[in-house]
Structure formats: structure tokens, C-alpha cells
């Protein structure tokens, strides 16, 4: 398994250099898991906004495999606290994961940091540190995913090389 990551430091629009990445990272074949419709409307604006993508973007959408929309259907904790929200679904699912010890523990958060680690008044120091969060909590959202299939594979008894 292999985490790749992109995170532009500067303050400029980030969009193209973005899409192009993920296109290569992704390439043309295999599932793309995702928690939530929220990449599925981000690529649709991408593909709007960067026309010269659309086509690419759009064939993305077929290979998705929502597994908040599978755990809402088939799988319901009591520790979800009736929230399908991934900060209370994964350390209900894979207790040894969660956000509560993190400097970034959810999404708005990591927006606003961002904001402040391109801020050209924050300092260097405060920069790397900031990266650094993002690139942990990304990292985290990731490995939930990768983590919440394989348990949702091992109560149903499939192997996750399958």
C-alpha cells in the first residue's frame, strides 16, 4: 500500500497541477473507495471548472464505491451515536484509529489551516507544522478507508485480496 499525497504550499491556484496528479495517481482502471459523496461534487466542479479534464474526470465517477452509503445500508454500531459521520464511524469500527488526537480532526478544520499555512504572514515554523497536520489528517482519512473495507470484508467473510 502506498499513500501519495498533494498539497500545494503557495498561494495560487492549485487546480490544474491537482487534477493532473490525481488522473496519473489513479490511472485508468480499479475501484476508487470514497466516504460520502463529497470527491464525486469536487470532481464534477473540477470538470467544470478545467473543461480540458472533464472527460477524464468524469470517467472516475463509475470506478467510486461509497462505503458511507454501504455502512448506512448494511451496518449500524451503537458507538456511530447515530451519526454515519467517518469521525464517529471509524473508531467505532477500527477502534485503534480515530481524530480525537489529532491537531486537524476534521474538514473545516483542515480548510482554515490551510488557508493559514499559505497565508504569507505565517511564519515558516508555523508553515511546516501546518503541512505537516494536513498531510497527517489526509493520510488518516485515507487509511480509514483502507481499514473500514477490509473489516466490512472480514463480517462478511471475503478476503480483501477478492
Known amino acids: 500500500m502506498e499513500h501519495i499525497d498533494f498539497l500545494c504550499?503557495?498561494?495560487?491556484?492549485?487546480r490544474a497541477d491537482f487534477t493532473q496528479t490525481l488522473l496519473d495517481v489513479l490511472?485508468?482502471?480499479?475501484?476508487?473507495?470514497?466516504?460520502?459523496?463529497?470527491?464525486?461534487?469536487?470532481?464534477?466542479?473540477?470538470?467544470?471548472?478545467l473543461p480540458q479534464y472533464a472527460d477524464d474526470l468524469n470517467l472516475l465517477h463509475s470506478r467510486f464505491v461509497d462505503l458511507c452509503a454501504i455502512i448506512k445500508d448494511?451496518?449500524?454500531?451503537?458507538?456511530?451515536?447515530?451519526?454515519?459521520?467517518?469521525?464517529?464511524?471509524?473508531?467505532?469500527?477500527?477502534?485503534e484509529m480515530g481524530y480525537?488526537?489529532?491537531?486537524?480532526?476534521?474538514?473545516?478544520?483542515?480548510?482554515?489551516?490551510?488557508l493559514?499555512?499559505?497565508?504569507?504572514?505565517?511564519?515558516?515554523?508555523?508553515?511546516?507544522?501546518?503541512?505537516?497536520?494536513?498531510?497527517?489528517?489526509c493520510g488518516q482519512d485515507t487509511l480509514a478507508m483502507v481499514k473500514i473495507r477490509k473489516v466490512l470484508l472480514e463480517k462478511c467473510r471475503i478476503s480483501p485480496e477478492d
Open 9 to 14: 504550499n503557495e498561494d495560487r491556484d492549485p
Open 27 to 49: 490511472g485508468n482502471e480499479g475501484t476508487i473507495f470514497i466516504y460520502t459523496t463529497y470527491e464525486k461534487r469536487i470532481l464534477r466542479e473540477l470538470a467544470e471548472q
Open 116 to 137: 493559514r499555512m499559505i497565508d504569507p504572514k505565517t511564519t515558516a515554523a508555523d508553515k511546516a507544522e501546518i503541512r505537516n497536520n494536513l498531510l497527517a489528517y
Open 100 to 114: 480525537k488526537n489529532m491537531a486537524i480532526q476534521e474538514g473545516g478544520m483542515a480548510s482554515l489551516e490551510y
Open 74 to 95: 448494511y451496518y449500524y454500531n451503537p458507538a456511530f451515536h447515530g451519526s454515519f459521520s467517518l469521525k464517529y464511524v471509524l473508531p467505532a469500527i477500527v477502534p
